[in-house]
């Protein structure tokens, strides 16, 4: 089946530093998945932070980055310069959408981001 | 933000008991979805439907969970008779144009 690993189970970062989060996946299912990073602040719901659904491609907001690359595998997460307030748990997903209306996610086990000042 | 609501936001229930809870998907969103989040932070597919047909399901949920989402009411997932394993973060989440939104979760503690 598909499969996705954040291999940091945690993170610390001073502020302004600069951030990468790393995602690899594997779809069985589907040769091109779309690609997510989901964000959970303290206290708060799991929030979309960026997708990507092209091989290639970039998404960004917040400030934050991630590209899709098909040959790696990968869909890291970065960042130039963090702030206090990015301290969260950042979740890297796939989907294996197929052009149905089921698709359904499948994520990796999170990274838990703190930022000290 | 979101706007998927889901209810009660803490549920505490007696081993064997039943657990309801309850969301109201995102207007417009036409695919509705139940995760369960464990203390390991693994999350785990459990139903999906649209409208009020079930799409997919897992095993587990066949057996003791159940969903559904009457037309003008909200969407529901019922643990029929809680187990200690089920306590967890169950999180609803609503489908458009491929992307899920996801609610604040119900968490579940079994005791």
């Known amino acids: 089946g598909d499969s996705v690993t954040q291999t940091e189970g945690q993170v610390t970062v001073s502020e302004s530093k600069s951030l990468i989060i790393n995602c690899t996946y594997s779809?069985?299912?589907?040769?091109?998945?779309?690609l997510f990073w989901y964000v959970r602040y303290p206290g708060e719901g799991l929030q979309l932070l960026l997708k990507v659904i092209t091989a290639g491609q970039k998404g960004s907001s917040r400030g934050f980055e991630a590209t899709y690359n098909k040959e790696t595998t990968s869909f890291h997460l970065q960042k130039a310069s963090v702030q206090e307030s990015d301290s969260a748990v950042y979740y890297c997903?796939?989907?294996?959408?197929?052009?149905?209306?089921?698709?359904?996610?499948?994520f990796g086990k999170g990274t838990k981001l703190s930022v000290k000042s | 933000n979101s706007k998927v609501i889901q209810t009660p936001r803490y549920l505490v229930k007696g081993q064997g008991q039943k657990a309801k809870m309850r969301c109201i998907p995102e207007?417009?969103?036409?695919?509705v979805f139940w995760y369960q989040q464990n203390k390991n932070n693994e999350f785990k597919f459990l139903i999906n439907f649209q409208n009020q047909e079930v799409l997919q399901q897992i095993d587990m949920t066949e057996k003791r969970f159940s969903a559904e989402c009457p037309s003008n009411s909200p969407c529901s997932l019922e643990i029929q008779s809680s187990e200690a394993g089920d306590s967890a973060l169950y999180l609803c989440a609503s489908s458009r144009l491929n992307t899920l939104y996801f609610g604040a979760g119900t968490r579940l503690s079994v005791l």
């Open positions: 997903a796939l989907s294996d959408f197929s052009g149905g209306s089921n698709a359904k996610l499948t």
């Open positions: 207007k417009g969103h036409p695919v």
């Open positions: 779809a069985t299912s589907i040769a091109y998945p779309n």
